[in-house]
């Protein structure tokens, strides 16, 4: 197995860096590029970024903000947000994306991940999971579908899914500790990679997941301070994560 | 150095040459003309390889090797120069390496993500759902074939441009050998 990953994961809305995050020594701190390319030196092994209006508003993810942080850093980049036909996720690639996420569309026609695992290969196919009480929800958590995340993430895999990206509303943002027991189920009933997201709050948690998910997603944790992911990577040394060698 | 990269619309292109320019290739069309050749490549085997008869690049490529002129074949690239893949139920390869590329059959498959390659000592980025099986590999990560080489063609199953400051390096070797 390869190693583990860590994977700041960047919301975005209109080219710029939504949540809290002001750093003190970044050129401008809601530039989605001089975070990206400081996470990418602090020992990212990828990055997601997520445009957080997309969905909602219908507006498509800023291709050139992907292509300017495509042109500054070199770890693989996952792009998502509104990504709703084979079309979207070409432009996204084209621009520098690596992988694209689908959420909402792909709940909506599940045909669209095979198109797209057909287009453009599964490797980069991530099917997003939003998960409440072990349920999955739509359009960004607004929308419940009733379905079960563990069936529809084996179904996301079976019809060309090259990673799950699996978030626990219940756990997003309490910087409790990731949802194991879902990420265990899901990473059970699946063969492709499992990225955790949601409750990261210390670097005990993020090493608990690693044991069950094969990427962890960071978001929160990130913005407590500017070397939190170095610190982090430190912290997670010391608790024997086997993380690559950034240098 | 004048480098071409292999543009056959099945490529991670613009992250290739991203990487190379920022270490100070000159990137140029002729891919028969240039110093290196770059055959880059993410998808499926099937297409990819029509595209590149398509485009007369197969033969291109014979003859650079023919001619002990550098070739680099990366992730699918590799996978390409072989004798063939079992992918899409069977694909006849460019025959540069022997050998052929089989379904990853243990582990989580795409497999994906950094793995140490020995015995270049780093971690590079990894994205496949199919492996190598060679006499010519050079190097490996966990037990898979991560670089291969026969003749002029070098060929890695990582994505040395997606692969940080160790991919770079590995770039720079492949731009400015010995």
């Known amino acids: 197995m390869p190693l583990p990953r860590l994977i700041p994961c960047l919301d975005v809305a209109g080219g710029r860096v939504v949540k809290g995050v002001r750093f003190r020594g970044l050129r401008d701190a809601g530039d989605a590029v001089s975070l990206a390319a400081h996470y990418s030196d602090a020992g990212a092994d990828e990055l997601v970024f997520l445009d957080v209006t997309a969905t909602l508003e219908g507006r498509a993810t800023l291709d050139a903000l992907v292509e300017r942080v495509a042109n500054r850093v070199s770890i693989p980049l996952t792009v998502g947000g509104g990504v709703r036909s084979v079309a979207d996720a070409l432009r996204l690639l084209a621009a520098g994306a690596d992988k694209v996420t689908v959420n909402s569309a792909a709940l909506e026609r599940p045909a669209l991940i095979e198109e797209l695992a057909v287009a453009v290969g599964s490797q980069a196919v991530v099917v997003a999971i939003d998960a409440e009480a072990g349920r999955v929800r739509s359009r960004a958590g607004t929308g419940a579908t009733g379905r079960s995340a563990v069936e529809w993430a084996v179904e996301a895999a079976a019809r060309g899914a090259g990673e799950i990206l699996l978030t626990s509303i219940d756990a997003d943002g309490t910087r409790r500790g990731y949802d194991l027991r879902l990420t265990r189920a899901v990473a059970d009933a699946v063969d492709v990679p499992v990225v955790a997201s949601g409750g990261a709050g210390t670097a005990a948690h993020v090493a608990a997941v690693l044991e069950v998910a094969q990427a962890a997603l960071l978001a929160s944790i990130l913005h407590e301070r500017r070397d939190r992911l170095r610190e982090l990577r430190r912290e997670l040394a010391d608790l024997d994560v086997p993380l690559r060698d950034a240098a | ?178």
């Open chain 2, 1 to 178: 150095m004048r480098v071409a990269i292999c543009d056959y619309g099945a490529g991670n292109v613009r992250s290739v040459s991203t990487a190379l320019r920022r270490l100070g290739a000159q990137l140029v069309d002729d891919a028969e003309a240039a110093d290196l050749a770059v055959l880059p490549g993410v998808g499926s085997a099937r297409s990819a390889m029509s595209a590149l008869r398509e485009q007369g690049l197969d033969a291109v490529l014979r003859k650079r090797v023919a001619e002990r002129r550098p070739v680099l074949g990366i992730c699918l690239g590799l996978q390409l120069a072989l004798e063939e893949t079992e992918e899409d139920g069977g694909v006849r390869g460019l025959g540069l390496l022997p050998g052929r590329a089989a379904r990853l059959r243990s582990g989580r498959v795409p497999r994906m993500g950094w793995s140490r390659v020995e015995p270049i000592g780093d971690a590079f980025y990894f994205a496949h759902s199919y492996a190598v099986e060679t006499p010519a590999a050079t190097a490996y990560a966990e037990g898979i074939v991560a670089e291969a080489r026969s003749g002029s063609f070098v060929g890695v199953q990582f994505h040395p441009e997606k692969s940080g400051a160790a991919g770079a390096r590995y770039l720079e070797r492949c731009l400015f050998p010995g």
